[in-house]
């Protein structure tokens, strides 16, 4: 089946210190998704990248989708406790669009 | 809004035996999606319903894993007999419809150990 990568698995960071995880796929991609989820919890939506070079931003949070849509990456400034969490991508690909295939996830803990 | 239910929260059996899985998507929601996460992986989706069809089952291991979405509403999922693999937590989700620009709406998940 079709493969994703979410590196890194972990990252632990300071609190005020920047974090960023990337999605890589060796396969063109429709669109993706992130999600965060809380320890515990379940996963919950943040954002979509359908363009080609499409970058989004959610106050601390910048979403970037690659020229060529095989990369994405979640860049968060600053970071806060309340960040702590499991962030995934879910990417769907040309040809089942609608189904998305979720990445490992990257496990994010801030350090007060 | 109310959002995805699902039940029991959590669920602990011995292996052979059967589980059963319940979910109740937002309303007015087409499409539903049983997912499985294992600890420390992301969810792998099983089984993808539009309305009360199958859109795609393809990694649902058919020979003890089956679902159904009787009235296009809710939907069960059954797991007759249980391995030890299947300890996992299983996600019910929803969107509005098949299209390329819907996000989904999780569940809380029922958490399984299988013993």
């Known amino acids: 089946g079709q493969q994703v990568m979410q590196i890194p698995q972990y990252q632990h960071v300071q609190e005020g210190e920047d974090f960023t995880t990337y999605c890589n796929s060796s396969?063109?991609?429709?669109?993706i998704q992130w999600y965060k989820q809380r320890p515990g919890g379940h996963p919950v939506f943040l954002i979509q990248?359908?363009?080609?070079?499409e970058v989004k931003k959610q106050k601390r949070l910048t979403f970037q989708f690659g020229e060529a849509k095989k990369n994405s990456s979640l860049h968060i400034t600053a970071t806060q406790t309340t960040d702590v969490g499991t962030y995934f991508c879910?990417?769907?690909?040309?040809?089942?669009?609608?189904?998305?295939?979720f990445g490992s996830g990257t496990k994010l803990n801030v350090k007060p | 809004e109310a959002g995805v239910a699902q039940s029991p929260r959590y669920k602990i059996i011995e292996k052979r035996q059967s589980v059963a899985f319940w979910c109740n998507p937002i309303?007015?929601?087409?499409?539903l999606y049983w997912y499985q996460q294992i600890l420390g992986q992301g969810p792998k989706l099983l089984i993808q319903?539009?309305?009360?069809?199958?859109?795609?089952d393809s990694q649902l291991p058919k020979d003890r894993f089956s679902a159904e979405r009787l009235k296009g509403v809710d939907s069960t999922l059954k797991i007759q007999p249980a391995k030890l693999e299947d300890s996992a937590v299983y996600l019910c989700?929803?969107?509005?419809?098949?299209?390329?620009?819907?996000?989904?709406?999780f569940g809380s998940g029922t958490q399984l150990s299988v013993l």
């Open positions: 989700a929803s969107s509005l419809k098949i299209a390329t620009n819907e996000k989904l709406f």
């Open positions: 396969t063109t991609l429709s669109n």
């Open positions: 990248l359908v363009k080609s070079g």
């Open positions: 879910a990417v769907s690909y040309f040809h089942n669009f609608n189904k998305f295939y």
């Open positions: 309303s007015g929601h087409a499409t």
């Open positions: 319903f539009q309305n009360n069809g199958v859109v795609d």
